[in-house]
């Protein structure tokens, strides 16, 4: 089984390093399948990885480091702020303030902190490497993590999440590599000089406190922030159209100046229309209802056979395509083939 960097050669991936000679060396396994590196002040590698330009915004202040990794409208004036900030917990605080899918990476005087989402989508992953007297590495991937720290398969595992793909809590937060951990979302991982781990909580949830119009209010501020971070400087993007969730997405992507272009699945193979001369499905004056929720109303539709349009997931591999995406960000079913997708453009 392959796995690690040379499985990885097109993905999104980095490795958090100490600050220490213990685990300096293990940068040469990462290396050859990496095309960015980052230093500590001391010249020891910090970041090593693959992505591309647009997703990373790092900065120096004094001997403070910071990086933005992700979907993210992180200015380079906003990281300095949070790298200056005084400490790694404060320069956290900071930056907690920022909308996006993105992962968080700060060192300081010998120390390192590194912080992923809450939901998991942007995952954290530490792995103790043998003969370093406890020194770790961090990793956004596990199966590079695996292969850079010499972890060990764990066949009885992997039995399990391939006999059930929709296996239960705990087993949902264990790798299929042994010494290889999964970060809870709640916590961050902070590194010593000496490369020894430790967590500490970083989000609780909110007390249940808020009137509803005031919740409403601030979640749609929320929403709004979290979508412009991933669609400003596009001029074009599209969303997989087919329920309440992704209606407000593409409503609020409606509002900021860009084109919205929900893709809408069928109900089924079936057809019963034609738009622009090409069969549509079955149920598609129905499903183009939904696509009033742009706000301009003047959306026109034409379909499209299914291979023109990239599945979700679509380029989460290459970074040549422009996408740093999770691992797994290719969660939904892949549809057949004689699927025809709808494309509405403003």
Do not use: K
């Not at 292969?147 to 398969?153: F, P, T, W």
Request: charged share 20%; glycine share 8%; hydrophobic share 40%.
């Amino acid at each position: 089984m392959v796995t690690g960097p040379s499985s990885t050669a097109g993905a999104c991936w980095f490795l958090v390093f100490p600050d220490t000679d213990a685990v300096a060396a293990l940068a040469a396994r990462a290396r050859p399948c990496a095309t960015r590196e980052i230093a500590h002040p001391s010249g020891r590698p910090w970041l090593i990885g693959r992505w591309p330009d647009h997703a990373l915004t790092a900065v120096a202040c004094g001997p403070a480091r910071l990086a933005v990794l992700g979907q993210h409208a992180v200015t380079e004036e906003e990281a300095e702020h949070a790298a200056c900030a005084g400490s790694l917990e404060a320069a956290d605080a900071y930056a907690s303030r920022w909308a996006g899918s993105h992962h968080l990476i700060a060192s300081l005087d010998g120390r390192t902190l590194v912080r992923g989402t809450v939901t998991g989508i942007r995952s954290v992953f530490a792995a103790q490497v043998p003969g370093t007297h406890g020194a770790h590495l961090v990793c956004d991937r596990a199966d590079v993590l695996a292969d850079v720290a010499g972890a060990d398969l764990d066949e009885a595992r992997l039995a399990v999440h391939l006999l059930s793909p929709g296996i239960l809590h705990p087993l949902t937060t264990q790798t299929v590599w042994r010494g290889v951990d999964v970060v809870p979302g709640d916590r961050r991982v902070l590194l010593d000089r000496d490369g020894r781990l430790r967590t500490s909580r970083c989000w609780s949830p909110p007390p249940a406190e808020l009137p509803l119009a005031e919740g409403a209010r601030l979640l749609r501020e929320r929403l709004a922030d979290a979508v412009a971070a991933r669609i400003t400087g596009r001029e074009l993007v599209s969303a997989d159209l087919g329920g309440v969730d992704s209606t407000a997405v593409v409503a609020t992507a409606g509002r900021v100046t860009v084109h919205a272009a929900p893709a809408v699945p069928p109900v089924d193979t079936d057809t019963d229309a034609y738009v622009d001369g090409r069969a549509a499905p079955a149920g598609a004056a129905q499903r183009t209802q939904q696509t009033d929720a742009v706000p301009d109303g003047s959306a026109d539709q034409s379909a499209h056979p299914r291979d023109e349009f990239p599945q979700p997931g679509h380029g989460e591999a290459g970074v040549e395509a422009g996408a740093c995406l999770p691992a797994f960000a290719d969660d939904e079913p892949a549809r057949p083939p004689s699927t025809t997708w709808h494309r509405v453009s403003s």
